[in-house]
């Protein structure tokens, strides 16, 4: 592979601008339409004037009545399947009527342009409508789960999943997707943990605005781009107990300094469309939070595309006890900032009658309208409605061979190798036996994780078994059984152990094919344990008196507390939910035809009880480190070490790194100086491999507490068996702003750690000086 070496630490949380090129892999390079190799997109392009557009618009809109403008807000799934608790079947009826501007949960080149004839054959002014759809981690060709592909650190390859995805859903119809999620999540029971990139706001922020690129390209008039989403704006990662849809409590300052940057840097990067989360902040539902939807992000941020709810969620501020009935809960949110109504039918229902009676200005509405019409312009479809519904592109795009190759790597890529005791892994060459045990050994469905789109679970999936053995080595038997359920009614139960010790008694190793099931992560899947469900914990135990050396290939949407197998088996690697291609992937790095480079995008604990638990929280003022050991008025727990199992950033490799202690350029900066720091990274061991290289900061002493450590930099090199290189990363004092005391944004004299290492956990330490 070639190296992708670059300097990522020029981000700052004010520009949230990435510094360097993207060099393309060899895999992924050839999906780049819109750029270069080695160019970036820019996906901005929509955001520039077009008087021509402003014409189109300002004319058509003169001809709309109020209803004609209100069905223009109202967007309705088709019956084509569910993503959420009630459904309005007449969705065709009310498109004919112009009732209707959008529609979701439709796809295929032929059922689109069914119903976009509906929309431009028999209304009156021919509006055509917009097809959204859930593409969050690929469309056919499925991809890992988001949070397997943030666990790459491989902005190129994020990047190119997404083109990818854009690529197939376009080709079916689609316009929009409602991706990217880009909630900081810091709590591991909540099932949508598993839909982004993590804990960390530096990571999301570059990665939210690579996935946004991947989707829209350089022009949203080519019909191989669609419209990108950044959701769930605000906090909805923050959920009190990790339950989903549940009540979020944080402070103005975690806010800005936490939850908001990601959506910053989706705004930065040209992100068309917002939606709104279903929590409220600061005691108002987001969906009518004027401070979020107005004030932030138009005024502050000065957003230009259109705002969409979530699934029903106007209609939810009634239940959330802000709105006294559906009327109101229209106004508030068309009033906060809402354009777009998803699926509640509240403004379809109300909306004119709240005009009349003066509680929403026209103005406001013309407003939503003109946002969502122009972009309908710039998509092209004004020109051409039918012009993403082609059945001839649609037959050629779809599962292409290369995408296929591309998932694979991009699934490779995102796994993460925990343990790997005494070189466990790769399989040995004098292993001629393998037993995959486990629920997830040879389970199509699960390969392809939650919010699979329009992927195929019952055929395309490569499981792990199928993966294994079509790579396994002439002579080399593979073979499987179930052996344990995964499912939670399934505790308790031995049935199939029987079988699968025996497998194991004559087998070389065994590979455990455990985690949770694909429904178990992702929306409304919210866990009070992390541990494996089932009977799978119990099985495990039992395979490890057989005595054979244990892999456990771990695959889920969230950390889970496998305290027990870090202790007890051989090897663990954790390989997300991985795709189409993810038995192949999964093969590729057992054997050893790949090096796994994938680092933790997300804390794991220990178990439950350390949650909320995340690399860059802050100290208290009785930190354990003050205390002797076992001291007991400092701040840690009776029966568990305050580390965790696997810090943010973690990850071993076939090979091993080490690193040089690091140097400054100077000892000290003022504003606007830059810092450079440089370290020496040899690769020690006897594999090529890939190695993420991680800066981190600590600002000692602020005008309000600040974390132990945050991560403001970071380099994916390879690096040959023997090669030396010296990286150099760029701070200067943008990069050290956060909301300081007065609530103002910026950096402030004193002293600062840094580190330069392999994980959170790790690295070379020394410090520098910011003046006045």
Known sequence: MSPISRNLTRLTLVSLLVAAPLVPTPALAKFAPNATAGELVDSTAWTRADPKMDRFVANLMAKMTLDEKIGQLTLLTSNWESTGPTMRDSYKEDIRKGRVGAIFNAYTAKYTTELQRLAVEETRLKIPLLFGYDVIHGHRTIF??????????????????????ALEASAEGIHWTFAPMVDIARDPRWGRISEGSGEDVYLGSLIAKARVRGYQGSDLSRPDTILATAKHFAAYGAAQAGRDYHTVDISERTLRDVYLPPFKA??????ATFMTSFNEVDGVPASGSRYLLTDVLRHKWGFKGFVVTDYTSINEMVPHGYSADLKQAGEQAINAGVDMDMQGAVYMENLAKSVADGKVDVARIDAAVK???????RLGLFDDPYRYADEAREKATLYKPEFLEAARDVARRSMVLLKNKDNTLPLAASAKSIAVIGPLGNS??????????????????????????ARAPKGVSVAYTKGAGYNFDDAGKAEGFAEALALAEKSDVIIAAMGEHWNMTGEAASRTSLDLPGNQQALLEELKKVGKPIVLVLMSGRPNSIGWAEENVDAIL?????????????????????NPSGKLPVTFPRNVGQVPIHY??????????????????????????????????YGLSYTSFTYSPVTLSKASIRPGEPLTATVTVTNSGKRDGEEV????????????TRPVKELKGFQKVMLRKGEKRTLRFTLTDADLAFTRQDMSWGSEPGKYKLWIGPSSAEGSETEFELTQ
Do not use: C
Request: proline share 6%.
């Open 444 to 469: 199509k469905e699960d390969m392809i994780g939650s919010w699979a789109a329009g992927g195929d679970r019952r055929t395309r999936p490569v499981t792990v078994l199928e993966g294994l053995q």
């Open 144 to 165: 890992p789960i988001s949070l397997g592909e943030a666990a790459s650190w491989d902005l190129q390859a994020i990047e190119k999943a997404a083109r990818i995805s």
């Open 371 to 377: 946002a969502i019409l122009e972009m309908k312009y």
């Open 574 to 594: 954790h390989a997300w939910y991985p795709g189409t291609q993810g038995g192949h992937a999964i093969a590729d790095v057992l054997f050893g035809d790949y």
């Open 266 to 271: 989706a705004v930065d990067a040209g992100a």
């Open 693 to 704: 290289v991680q800066l981190y900061v600590r600002d000692l002493v602020g005008s309000v």
């Open 616 to 649: 860059d929280m802050k100290n208290t003022g009785r930190p354990i480190e003050l205390g002797a050991p076992g001291a007991k008025y400092v701040s840690r727990y009776l029966n568990t070490p305050n580390s965790p199992l696997y810090p943010f950033g």
